[in-house]
Nanobody, 117 residues
Framework: QVQLVESGGGLVQPGGSLRLSCAASGFTFSNYAMRWYRQAPGKERELVAAITTTGRTSNYADSVKGRFTISRDNAKNTVYLQMNSLKPEDTAVYYC??????????WGQGTQVTVSS
């Protein structure tokens, strides 16, 4: 059974940091590119960060460049999103996504991140 389980969300003050984790099981994690998406209330889901299967290459939305870092540990089947200098506009539900060949895609259930004083 395929599972992506996010954790690490919560309430943080502006300027603070959070580290999201996504633990994968039920598929060959190292064969999948991994992504973090987010969806704020009333807005479409947007791609925040992506990382290749080996972890050598990553990409970011302009809105988070220089503040967020995506990484992965293939030995632990886990992808991370380190979020620094958080802003109120980063408030959203954050989703982990696994993208494989032939359009195969898996989603986690999401974790809430709220940035507020």
């Amino acid at each position: 059974q395929v599972q992506l389980v996010e954790s690490g969300g919560g309430l943080v003050q502006p300027g603070g940091s959070l580290r999201l984790s996504c633990a994968a099981s039920g598929f060959t994690f190292s064969n999948y590119a991994m992504r973090w998406y987010r969806q704020a209330p009333g807005k479409e889901r947007e791609l925040v960060a992506a990382i290749t299967t080996t972890g050598r290459t990553s990409n970011y939305a302009d809105s988070v460049k220089g503040r967020f870092t995506i990484s992965r540990d293939n030995a632990k089947n886990t992808v991370y999103l380190q979020m620094n200098s958080l802003k109120p506009e980063d408030t959203a539900v954050y989703y982990c996504n696994a993208a494989g060949g032939r359009g195969t895609m898996y989603w986690g259930q999401g974790t809430q991140v709220t940035v507020s004083s």
